[in-house]
């Protein structure tokens, strides 16, 4: 568990990043916070010749609200942002979804940016995106781009970051007075989630009628699944328990044939979403 | 007594939680180098070629063997008769018979340029068909693992009671094939060897639970005389049996400092760890209990088939077979019964040594059967379990396979777990009757531990006894050296106890020393539940020892009879009055230094060593196979009460109660840290770990992201209470405890979630038991509803 040798660059700005991507493409990988590349470099999974740390790039690391966005930058840390009043205020299934990653160790040293841009199947940060529809900016020397969630995770550990490319920051859509869930069965508190579903509701103004909803499944697929059927049968109604058990219900047709693996079944999967899908409604 | 009995605290504990404890991996010496392992990526090969060439060119590489570069290494021995011959070698020779196999060792400065230096060896093989499963294995069409076998069978000892028919043909019987699940160890330290052969000598550092057997080993193994190793253990971060075993890393790495003439190390990772330390439990069990009317089980058949990987590895790892299947029954009175067993070679790392030792396994399925015959015969399986457990005062009862056990309080024991248990079922149902997706149930679990056991069942070579060295310093405190190796079970302080009490001396008087060969007296080393059994038998014997020497000479000191002399706090003065007295410091002093004080014919100096075979250990089978293989069977009951929700299947153990009787307690706080941590390695086993393979034999559960080891967030709260009946036989009436905590888990929580979902008719035969298992068992019970 060593990894092979690599070089190590630090640049201080996001321009020295960029150019040290561009030069070295597939050959170098960024390091944003390191709670999954470093473990996947020991394991020799991963083996970039070129490690480069945005550690040292300030413009990364601020969190700022404007334009009926909250827009987090890449470096972020987890913790940070699961301490954040605005976060809380802006973005409620954000902050719900983070007490969800790892420990506090992991938290602490984790990124906004480099969970979202790992893209792991089983993590809640992407799940959180799709579901609010967030929009992941991304930048190379050869200039920036905003690709929204619902097309950026294209498979297990792929996005649509190229080799020269690095996620910069996330714009979330502001959903003050939202009302948000996060849940999963995961073996133990800490670890990717077995199944799990973020959720976002927001309702017509003075009103109980649902005036819009994002709904995520993670564990399940090869990527977050946008749980559209669910979705629709809350949208525009009242959230009574009877519709709650029938957007669980019908979020087992989002997922057609979810993951299997080593701790549950495809079935399992089916069942404990719906009842999940059922209990994030139910607040 | 002083200390024994009361809650002196650990005296290990200092270095241990502010991080001053030397582990292996904190050895380093000027001049090392450092070896990784090139391990096998198939479960079933023969290996055609291995290129070595571009790992020797490369520049930080020192060296690079294979099996045929050991010149001098001899094949592990063969010790064990009734077993058949397994012929290993610490590097494969021309077949690789499970993932993580060592075919080749690479020497660089670092352990970076040695995993360099190993991706560059290049392995050659043919596939062979690979064996995953018991099933697999003792298929008829099965290939043979070991080419020179009938059959995929390491050990096979059937058992034939035509009785067991006879009762059968009368009474209902219930059939159930039980299953536990593959686990590793797992201690929190890894495995680990240091090496430095230098003027002819050989000095180890090992994380070991035996550094005499591991010296032993490196003896026949490597051509060398005992008394040319020194075998050095530094604190152990926890062994948990994985310890015992001498793995090829440990014969390599000697030999590869032997070879080059400088230290070498090697410690192992996580990942090698899971993949190549032994690994433990993997067994079916197939149980038929004939019952009456009233629940009670009058005869019983079983078949223990266990899964032992490939079997290459020294210690066998066998035995733990042998104690599934003589204590399948554990305390319970069942007239009739046929056990048989049978160890069953796969492509799958070697099983071997684990806490509980082949009991969580055997305990499992029979406390499962006890609660279905129960179910099946309409009675409380609370009344059957009392019913079918030795009786307040039987000292005389025998189990089916001949264990003696002695006097216990089987029945007390039982009696309060129920009532404790019962009563957290009460606040658990309080609690969550509200919540229309919850289940509540609680599940029992009874059962006797074999303590201070003899090794010749596992080793075929070695017995059970062990010794104790202690000496008087001149300032008139005390060195007590033992045999029993430390690996955090607390022996340090248990030993400075029980020696204080014999010696008459303060515990802060007291200093323990163990694992180094050159200074520690021999001995067999930490595991069976034996070290509270054999340390205070040696450890007594020899303080007797030296304190009648130190009464002699106080006698002459004080010019009294050397019978009226007593020794309190530290002082030897003569029964009834306190003065005048000497210290044990004035006796040393005159035993050293002013040894014209001494008695006439009273030779200098101040020390005895001692050994300590337990009694009533039987080393051959009576004309009915049966035997008693522990010095001491200490005796539990645990209760597990579970909630569980029916719609995601998760399983919450809410409460956790253990009744327990080990004898003469040494030290309270040690016992139940003993319990506690064996209680949360049974729950981990019950509900969580679980080493997967595919069908192609490749491990899918390698790294803690897959193995889940449930951490202190996932252990519930426990109560323990302790019954204490001595021993009659051992030295203080002490019995172990060691392994205790493990057996009873996956019993009780096995029978609690049955218990919680009888509405689904769920019935728990397998673990991990699992939110996926627990939901498919619920719908599959919908379904044929």
Same mark, same amino acid.
């Given at each position: 568990?060593?990894?092979?040798?690599?070089?190590?660059?630090?640049?201080?700005?996001?321009?020295?990043?960029?150019?040290?991507?561009?030069?070295?493409?597939?050959?170098?990988?960024?390091?944003?916070?390191?709670?999954?590349?470093?473990?996947?470099?020991?394991?020799?999974?991963?083996?970039?010749?070129?490690?480069?740390?945005?550690?040292?790039?300030?413009?990364?690391?601020?969190?700022?609200?404007?334009?009926?966005?909250?827009?987090?930058?890449?470096?972020?840390?987890?913790?940070?942002?699961?301490?954040?009043?605005? *976060?809380?205020?802006?973005?409620?299934?954000?902050?719900?979804?983070?007490?969800?990653?790892?420990?506090?160790?992991?938290?602490?040293?984790?990124?906004?940016?480099?969970?979202?841009?790992?893209?792991?199947?089983?993590?809640?940060?992407?799940?959180?995106?799709?579901?609010?529809?967030?929009?992941?900016?991304?930048?190379?020397?050869?200039?920036?781009?905003?690709?929204?969630?619902?097309?950026?995770?294209?498979?297990?550990?792929?996005?649509?970051?190229?080799?020269?490319?690095?996620?910069?920051?996330?714009?979330?859509?502001?959903?003050?007075?939202?009302?948000?869930?996060?849940?999963?069965?995961?073996?133990?508190?800490?670890?990717?989630? *077995?199944?799990?579903?973020?959720?976002?509701?927001?309702?017509?103004?003075?009103?109980?009628?649902?005036?819009?909803?994002?709904?995520?499944?993670?564990?399940?697929?090869?990527?977050?699944?946008?749980?559209?059927?669910?979705?629709?049968?809350?949208?525009?109604?009242?959230?009574?328990?009877? *519709?709650?058990?029938?957007?669980?219900?019908?979020?087992?047709?989002?997922?057609?044939?979810?993951?299997?693996?080593?701790?549950?079944?495809?079935?399992?999967?089916?069942?404990?979403?719906?009842?999940?899908?059922?209990?994030?409604?139910?607040? | 007594?002083?200390?024994?009995?009361?809650?002196?605290?650990?005296?290990?504990?200092?270095?241990?939680?502010?991080?001053?404890?030397?582990?292996?991996?904190?050895?380093?010496l000027p001049g090392i180098v450092e070896a990784a392992f090139v391990r096998s990526t198939l479960a079933h090969a023969r290996i055609t070629s291995i290129g070595v060439d571009e790992a020797r060119a490369e520049p930080s590489v020192l060296?690079?063997?294979?099996?045929?570069?050991?010149?001098?290494?001899?094949?592990?021995?063969?010790?064990?008769?009734?077993?058949?011959?397994v012929d290993s070698f610490p590097l494969a020779r021309d077949r690789v018979r499970y993932v993580g196999m060592p075919v080749a060792a690479v020497v660089a400065d670092d352990r970076y340029a040695a995993e360099d230096g190993a991706a560059?060896?290049?392995?050659?093989?043919?596939?062979?068909?690979?064996?995953?499963? /018991?099933?697999?294995?003792?298929?008829?069409?099965?290939?043979?693992?070991?080419?020179?076998?009938?059959?995929?069978?390491?050990? &096979?000892?059937?058992?034939t009671e035509p009785e067991v028919d006879r009762v059968f043909a009368e009474h209902d019987v219930v059939r159930t094939t039980f299953r536990m699940q593959r686990q590793s160890p797992s201690p929190m330290e890894t495995r680990g060897i240091?090496?430095?052969?230098?003027?002819?000598?050989?000095?180890?550092?090992?994380?070991?639970?035996?550094?005499?057997?591991?010296?032993?080993?490196?003896?026949?193994?490597?051509?060398?005389?005992?008394?040319?190793?020194?075998?050095?253990?530094?604190?152990?971060?926890?062994?948990?049996?994985?310890?015992?075993?001498?793995?090829?890393?440990?014969?390599?790495?000697?030999?590869?400092?032997?070879?080059?003439?400088?230290?070498?190390?090697?410690?192992?990772?996580?990942?090698?760890?899971?993949?190549?330390?032994?690994?433990?439990?993997?067994?079916?069990?197939?149980?038929?209990?004939?019952?009456?009317?009233?629940?009670?089980?009058?005869?019983?058949?079983?078949?223990?088939?266990?899964?032992?990987?490939?079997?290459?590895?020294?210690?066998?790892?066998?035995?733990?077979?042998? /104690?599934?299947?003589?204590?399948?029954?554990?305390?319970?009175?069942?007239?009739?019964?046929? /056990?048989?067993?049978?160890?069953?070679?796969?492509?799958?790392?070697?099983?071997?040594?684990?806490?509980?030792?082949?009991?969580?396994?055997?305990?499992?399925?029979?406390?499962?059967? +006890?609660?279905?015959?129960?179910?099946?015969?309409?009675?409380?399986?609370?009344?059957?379990?009392?019913?079918?457990?030795?009786?307040?005062?039987?000292? !005389?009862?025998?189990?089916?396979?001949?264990?003696?056990?002695?006097?216990?309080?089987?029945?007390?024991?039982?009696?309060?777990?129920?009532?404790?248990?019962?009563?957290?079922?009460?606040?658990?149902?309080?609690?969550?009757?509200?919540?229309?997706?919850?289940?509540?149930?609680?599940?029992?679990?009874?059962?006797?531990?074999?303590?201070?056991?003899?090794?010749?069942?596992?080793?075929?070579?070695?017995?059970?006894?062990?010794?104790?060295?202690?000496?008087?310093?001149?300032?008139?405190?005390?060195?007590?050296?033992?045999?029993?190796?430390?690996?955090?079970?607390?022996?340090?302080?248990?030993? !400075? !106890?029980?020696?204080?009490?014999?010696?008459?001396?303060?515990?802060?008087?007291?200093?323990?020393?163990?694992?180094?060969?050159?200074?520690?007296?021999?001995?067999?080393?930490?595991?069976?539940?034996?070290?509270?059994? /054999?340390?205070?038998?040696?450890?007594?014997?020899?303080?007797?020892?030296?304190?009648?020497?130190?009464?002699?000479?106080?006698?002459?000191?004080?010019?009294?009879?050397?019978?009226?002399?007593?020794?309190?706090?530290?002082?030897?003065?003569?029964?009834?009055?306190?003065?005048?007295?000497?210290?044990?410091?004035?006796?040393?002093?005159?035993?050293?230094?002013?040894?014209?004080?001494?008695?006439?014919?009273?030779?200098?100096?101040?020390?005895?060593?001692?050994?300590?075979?337990?009694?009533?250990?039987?080393?051959?089978?009576?004309?009915?196979?049966?035997?008693?293989?522990?010095?001491?069977?200490?005796?539990?009951?645990?209760?597990?009460?579970?909630?569980?929700?029916?719609?995601?299947?998760?399983?919450?153990?809410? &409460?956790?109660? +253990?009744?327990?009787?080990?004898?003469? +307690?040494?030290?309270?706080?040690? +016992?139940?840290?003993?319990?506690?941590?064996?209680?949360?390695?049974?729950?981990?086993?019950?509900?969580?770990?679980?080493?997967?393979?595919?069908?192609?034999?490749?491990?899918?559960?390698?790294?803690?992201?897959?193995?889940?080891?449930?951490?202190?967030?996932?252990?519930?709260?426990?109560?323990?209470?302790?019954?204490?009946?001595?021993?009659?036989?051992?030295?203080?009436?002490?019995?172990?405890?060691?392994?205790?905590?493990?057996?009873?888990?996956?019993?009780?929580?096995?029978?609690?979630?049955?218990?919680?979902?009888?509405?689904?008719?769920?019935?728990?035969?397998?673990?991990?038991?699992?939110?996926?298992?627990?939901?498919?068992?619920?719908?599959?019970?919908? !379904?044929?509803?």
């Amino acid at each position: 568990m060593k990894p092979p040798k690599f070089r190590y660059l630090r640049p201080d700005s996001l321009e020295g990043v960029l150019v040290a991507l561009a030069a070295h493409g597939d050959e170098a990988k960024p390091l944003a916070g390191g709670q999954s590349l470093i473990p996947a470099m020991n394991f020799r999974l991963a083996q970039p010749s070129i490690l480069v740390d945005l550690e040292l790039v300030s413009e990364l690391q601020t969190l700022s609200r404007r334009d009926g966005e909250l827009r987090v930058g890449a470096m972020v840390r987890q913790r940070q942002a699961e301490r954040s009043a605005e *976060v809380r205020a802006a973005c409620p299934l954000l902050a719900d979804a983070l007490p969800w990653i790892g420990h506090i160790q992991n938290r602490n040293r984790g990124t906004i940016g480099g969970s979202i841009a790992h893209a792991d199947p089983a993590a809640e940060l992407p799940a959180v995106a799709v579901a609010l529809d967030a929009t992941l900016e991304v930048s190379s020397t050869r200039g920036s781009r905003s690709v929204p969630a619902a097309t950026f995770f294209e498979g297990p550990f792929t996005t649509a970051v190229d080799a020269d490319e690095i996620l910069t920051g996330v714009r979330f859509p502001v959903a003050q007075g939202a009302r948000a869930a996060c849940l999963e069965v995961a073996p133990r508190h800490g670890d990717f989630a *077995v199944v799990g579903v973020a959720a976002s509701v927001r309702f017509a103004s003075g009103g109980t009628l649902v005036e819009d909803v994002g709904l995520a499944a993670f564990g399940v697929g090869a990527a977050p699944v946008r749980l559209t059927e669910a979705e629709a049968q809350v949208r525009g109604v009242e959230l009574t328990g009877e *519709v709650c058990e029938l957007a669980g219900a019908a979020s087992a047709e989002d997922v057609e044939d979810p993951t299997a693996d080593i701790h549950a079944t495809s079935d399992y999967r089916r069942r404990a979403l719906t009842e999940l899908v059922r209990r994030a409604l139910s607040f | 007594m002083r200390y024994v009995g009361s809650r002196v605290g650990r005296t290990e504990d200092g270095p241990l939680l502010a991080g001053r404890a030397q582990y292996i991996a904190d050895v380093t010496l000027p001049g090392i180098v450092e070896a990784a392992f090139v391990r096998s990526t198939l479960a079933h090969a023969r290996i055609t070629s291995i290129g070595v060439d571009e790992a020797r060119a490369e520049p930080s590489v020192l060296d690079v063997v294979t099996a045929g570069n050991l010149a001098g290494v001899t094949r592990y021995p063969h010790l064990v008769p009734w077993m058949k011959d397994v012929d290993s070698f610490p590097l494969a020779r021309d077949r690789v018979r499970y993932v993580g196999m060592p075919v080749a060792a690479v020497v660089a400065d670092d352990r970076y340029a040695a995993e360099d230096g190993a991706a560059l060896v290049i392995v050659d093989y043919d596939e062979l068909p690979v064996l995953v499963s /018991v099933d697999d294995a003792l298929a008829d069409d099965a290939p043979r693992l070991y080419d020179e076998w009938p059959d995929n069978k390491l050990m &096979d000892l059937p058992v034939t009671e035509p009785e067991v028919d006879r009762v059968f043909a009368e009474h209902d019987v219930v059939r159930t094939t039980f299953r536990m699940q593959r686990q590793s160890p797992s201690p929190m330290e890894t495995r680990g060897i240091v090496a430095d052969h230098q003027n002819g000598r050989l000095t180890v550092w090992a994380s070991t639970q035996s550094p005499y057997i591991l010296r032993t080993t490196l003896s026949m193994m490597l051509g060398l005389r005992e008394s040319d190793i020194r075998v050095i253990v530094p604190s152990v971060g926890g062994g948990f049996g994985c310890k015992l075993h001498q793995y090829p890393e440990d014969l390599v790495v000697p030999w590869l400092s032997m070879r080059l003439g400088r230290p070498v190390r090697w410690i192992e990772d996580r990942a090698e760890h899971l993949m190549t330390s032994i690994h433990a439990r993997e067994q079916r069990m197939d149980v038929e209990a004939a019952y009456d009317r009233s629940g009670r089980i009058v005869a019983l058949r079983g078949n223990v088939a266990t899964n032992v990987g490939s079997g290459e590895v020294f210690i066998p790892g066998t035995s733990t077979t042998l /104690v599934s299947q003589g204590c399948l029954t554990g305390a319970y009175d069942i007239p009739v019964t046929e /056990v048989s067993a049978a160890c069953v070679v796969t492509n799958k790392t070697p099983s071997g040594a684990y806490r509980g030792f082949g009991s969580p396994e055997a305990i499992f399925a029979m406390e499962r059967t +006890v609660d279905k015959v129960a179910r099946l015969a309409g009675v409380n399986p609370r009344d059957t379990r009392r019913a079918m457990l030795p009786a307040v005062g039987d000292g !005389a009862f025998v189990t089916p396979s001949g264990g003696r056990l002695g006097l216990g309080s089987h029945r007390q024991a039982f009696d309060r777990a129920v009532e404790l248990g019962d009563k957290a079922l009460e606040a658990a149902r309080a609690l969550y009757s509200g919540d229309p997706r919850i289940r509540v149930g609680v599940g029992f679990a009874s059962f006797v531990e074999p303590t201070g056991p003899s090794y010749y069942g596992t080793t075929g070579f070695w017995q059970s006894y062990d010794s104790a060295l202690v000496r008087i310093q001149p300032d008139g405190s005390a060195l007590v050296g033992i045999g029993v190796q430390a690996i955090g079970q607390g022996i340090q302080s248990t030993t !400075a !106890a029980i020696a204080a009490d014999t010696l008459g001396i303060l515990i802060d008087d007291i200093s323990v020393i163990c694992g180094d060969t050159d200074l520690s007296p021999y001995g067999l080393g930490a595991w069976g539940g034996r070290g509270a059994i /054999v340390t205070s038998g040696s450890v007594v014997k020899a303080a007797e020892i030296v304190a009648t020497k130190a009464k002699l000479i106080a006698a002459g000191l004080l010019e009294a009879n050397p019978d009226d002399i007593v020794i309190t706090d530290g002082k030897l003065h003569v029964r009834g009055s306190d003065e005048p007295s000497v210290t044990m410091r004035d006796v040393a002093i005159a035993a050293y230094v002013r040894t014209e004080l001494l008695p006439e014919g009273v030779d200098p100096g101040l020390e005895a060593t001692a050994t300590y075979e337990p009694p009533g250990i039987d080393t051959e089978p009576d004309e009915h196979g049966r035997m008693n293989v522990a010095a001491a069977w200490s005796n539990a009951s645990h209760a597990a009460v579970v909630k569980v929700d029916i719609t995601t299947g998760t399983i919450e153990v809410v &409460d956790y109660v +253990v009744v327990h009787d080990c004898g003469t +307690v040494i030290n309270p706080q040690i +016992v139940e840290g003993q319990t506690t941590g064996g209680v949360a390695q049974g729950i981990a086993g019950a509900l969580y770990e679980h080493v997967v393979y595919d069908e192609a034999g490749q491990p899918l559960s390698a790294s803690f992201m897959d193995y889940i080891v449930p951490t202190s967030l996932e252990i519930p709260p426990m109560t323990i209470e302790h019954l204490e009946t001595p021993s009659a036989t051992t030295t203080l009436g002490v019995k172990g405890v060691g392994e205790s905590g493990t057996i009873g888990p996956a019993a009780a929580i096995g029978n609690a979630v049955s218990d919680a979902l009888a509405e689904f008719h769920v019935d728990i035969v397998e673990t991990p038991i699992t939110p996926s298992s627990v939901l498919a068992a619920i719908h599959a019970a919908g !379904a044929a509803s």
